[in-house]
């Protein structure tokens, strides 16, 4: 029954996921800029997407952190900063993020398509070259 679980409960957890992206609309790369372009045509709808994921994680993230600490982590290093930076880019010029993207691909579309072939490309190109700098630290 446990491997039954193993398997199962990441699935409906990953489609749960998925149809919560479809309804919300987070998969619509026009939205997403939209939501973006806070100088322009701002549509603030997906804030509140955000606030209800908020809401439903945040009890389950206290509970889990009483249960068992954080681990302590280093200083914020300018790697992360420029990842963070590189990754906003291009949320912003393409209007997906990881997860949308995939979801959009799973379902034929050609640009999404090139998105997620060009995050594995750079997530390669990351373990190949900054885990050499992290095996030199």
Do not use: T
């Amino acid at each position: 029954m446990s491997r039954l679980l193993a398997w199962l409960l990441p699935l409906v957890a990953g489609l749960l996921f998925g149809v919560g992206l479809i309804v919300s609309e987070m998969v619509a790369p026009a939205k997403v800029q939209a939501f973006l372009d806070v100088g322009g045509r701002w549509d603030p709808s997906l804030a509140l997407v955000m606030g209800g994921a908020i809401a439903v994680a945040l009890p389950v993230f206290q509970l889990a952190r009483r249960r068992r600490p954080p681990a302590p982590h280093g200083p914020v290093e300018g790697r992360l900063i420029v990842g963070s930076v590189l990754f906003g880019i291009g949320w912003g010029l393409s209007g997906y993020c990881p997860g949308p993207a995939l979801v959009v691909a799973g379902g034929g579309s050609g640009e999404a398509l090139g998105y997620v072939v060009a995050m594995g490309l750079g997530m390669a190109l990351g373990n190949r070259y900054g885990a050499r700098e992290l095996r030199r630290a």
